[in-house]
């Protein structure tokens, strides 16, 4: 295993790993519980949009807590943008500028919003974060197209063999469409190979780390493995 990027909310990474088993991966992203806001009471509303637009908004906002359930407020009595800062209670708001409505002069919004653990499958709000994958491929072309490609993507991994170049596309950012293209607008047929070896993204929305995100999915995709062993048994 290589680390290609650390960064808090993003880890990408190069393994060696069947697609089948880093699909399964992917899919139970979306199994692992996560506190969102389920449930909110409008007693104010002089914003222009309606509760229900204002009450979805307010659930899409990524949430930090160790609790299963909780309760937060919103009051707001100034003219201006409501950001999701000033939604205060038993969890800590992961970004407290995103937008939620804007208020005219003496205009309010009051706000009581219940919390609850959910998972990805039943709604979006209750996503921890995205988890892509692909191949790490390998693209045979003629050497004449070294400084053209270098150009491009001067990052490339270029290796010369005789009259030919072999470029491995095994860096965060895709690039065997783009070596491809260079070689076919020139008239040549680049010779396209996948390898074993994967490259997995982790993209967190700040609930839990990239790292936790790929941990626990693992552990959810384990679980019901086990369940489906024990009935077999």
Do not use: W
């Not at 491809?180 to 680049?190: D, M, R, V």
């Amino acid at each position: 295993m290589k680390i290609i990027k650390k960064k808090t909310d993003k880890l990408i990474f190069l393994t060696e790993m069947d697609n089948s088993l880093a699909n399964a991966i992917r899919r139970y992203v979306s199994q692992i519980p996560i506190v969102a806001v389920d449930e909110v009471e409008i007693s104010k509303n002089d914003s222009a949009l309606y509760d229900e637009t204002l009450a979805h908004r307010i659930g899409l906002i990524p949430l930090k807590t160790k609790k299963q359930t909780g309760k937060m407020e919103l009051k707001f009595k100034k003219e201006g943008i409501v950001y999701s800062g000033e939604l205060k209670g038993e969890a800590e708001v992961v970004y407290d500028q995103i937008p939620i409505t804007l208020l005219g002069k003496g205009q309010e919004l009051e706000i009581k919003a219940t919390l609850k653990s959910g998972k990805g499958s039943e709604h979006a709000k209750f996503s921890p974060g995205l988890m892509f994958f692909r191949n790490v491929v390998e693209i045979k072309m003629d050497k004449k197209l070294k400084e053209k490609i270098k150009k491009i993507c001067p990052n490339t991994n270029i290796k010369e063999s005789g009259n030919q170049i072999i470029i491995l596309d095994d860096q965060e950012e895709e690039i065997s469409d783009v070596c491809s293209g260079i070689a076919e607008k020139e008239g040549e047929k680049p010779e396209v190979k996948e390898n074993s070896e994967l490259i997995i993204k982790l993209e967190s929305f700040g609930q839990i780390s990239p790292e936790a995100i790929f941990e626990k999915s693992i552990d959810e995709l384990r679980k019901d493995l086990e369940d489906v062993s024990k009935k077999l048994k």
